[in-house]
């Protein structure tokens, strides 16, 4: 016998008893929370405050300053494949060396992952402070690089050790700028016109005569940069119309050209956030779960693979901003083992400074 009181569902016994049994039928309230969006800015906010007096001064955020394809001058004895240029990795101590990284396989659009990671990314670069630039200043941008290259006889890629490269770029294009590698002379950019942008990688810095007429995506000033749209699909747009006929793969023209945007431009803002939205727009990029830059700093990378390589673009975890970049070999062949790191950089400082070879943080 069962001795357990069997309740009347017909008579309930009071109006208490037949709330809690209409309670117990119905799922719980929804909770209001915050969605991914706002906890990050939520997030962004408090570490801000808790790094109160912490935060660099000198009105120059300590963002990426992409080495976009920063002049990565090649030893003058070499002459760089196209298809392997690079550098070599860094360890946290700054040695040069072959390293192995993980890579991902391409996607038939920009995953979930890499889109979600972008939009951080843009989120932390609208909101972040940044100072004007006036037309007759200098972008300052420094960053820490290595490259590698290979002769034309071929053979693996030889590497040079990780350094430091500063480059001064005329706000509006007017006046000559100056590249500034360790173990390296200076080099004089744009002297008979308009700074235009620097050499690809492996290459020498490229003629000082422009070419077409004025700034533009490949050959950017910060006045240009700084007037593009802000409307991703529209900037993307733009920036595929700029790039075409300069390769073979569209969708890596457009990604290797908003690289180098964001390494070595100092755009505004909402610009920034374009960019990286423009980005998300691309097919096959994808997310890599870890990624160190040239400084040995870890995070997390968004990607893009071509022609045997995948180019990373690595991101702190907790800020979303901008780290540096690297390229992988995706394939092995003469110039290493898949998974060999051959490019490797990391952005330190941007700024804006009155003279060429002026720091940012002195007057000299």
């Known amino acids: ?15 208490q008893d037949e709330r809690r049994e209409l309670a117990e039928l119905l799922p719980p309230p929804s909770v209001p929370g915050l969605d991914e969006d706002r906890q990050l800015l939520l997030r962004r906010e408090v570490l801000r405050r808790a790094a109160g007096s912490a935060e660099p001064q000198g009105g120059a955020p300590r963002r990426p300053a992409r080495y976009r394809r920063p002049v990565r001058i ?34 038939a659009a920009g995953t979930p992952r890499a889109v979600r990671l972008l939009d951080r990314a843009a989120l932390a670069a609208a909101g972040a402070e940044q100072s ?3 037309a007759d200043q200098f972008v300052y941008v420094e960053s820490r690089v290595a490259y590698a290259a290979r002769s034309t ?6 590497t040079a050790p990780v350094h430091t490269r500063q480059v001064w770029l005329s706000a509006d294009g007017s006046r000559p700028g100056l590249l500034r590698e360790e173990g390296a002379p200076d080099t004089r950019l744009g002297e008979n016109g308009p700074v235009l942008h620097l050499a690809r990688p492996g290459e020498t810095a490229g003629p000082d005569t422009p070419r077409g007429n004025g700034p533009s995506i490949g050959e950017p ?28 793969d569209p969708d ?24 990286y939205r423009a980005a998300g727009r691309i097919a096959g990029v994808t997310e890599v779960a870890s990624a160190v830059d040239a400084a040995g700093r870890e995070g997390v990378a968004v990607a893009r693979t071509a022609h045997g390589q995948q180019t990373q673009w690595v991101f702190d975890r907790t800020t979303y901003a901008f780290l540096g970049e690297r390229t992988v070999l995706v394939e092995a062949g003469e110039a290493g083992p898949a998974g060999t790191v051959v490019g490797t950089s990391a952005v330190l400082a941007k700024a804006a400074v009155d003279r060429v070879g002026q720091l940012p943080s002195t007057g000299r």
């Open 252 to 275: 890596q023209r457009a990604f290797t050209a908003i690289g180098d945007l964001l390494a070595e431009t100092w755009a505004p803002p909402q610009v920034s956030a374009a960019l």
């Open 74 to 107: 090649a030893v003058p004895a070499l002459a760089c494949a196209l298809t392997v240029v690079g550098v070599v990795t860094v360890d946290p101590g700054g040695s040069a060396g072959h390293d192995r990284a993980a890579v991902t396989g391409d996607g």
């Open 1 to 15: 016998m069962n001795a357990t009181p069997r309740r009347d569902t017909q008579c309930p016994s009071s109006a």
């Open 132 to 134: 004007r630039v006036r």
């Open 153 to 158: 006889a071929g053979g693996p890629a030889i």
């Open 221 to 248: 000033t910060n006045a240009y940069v700084a007037s593009l749209p802000t409307d991703p699909d529209t900037l993307l747009r733009l920036i595929r119309e700029q790039t075409r006929g300069e390769g073979q």
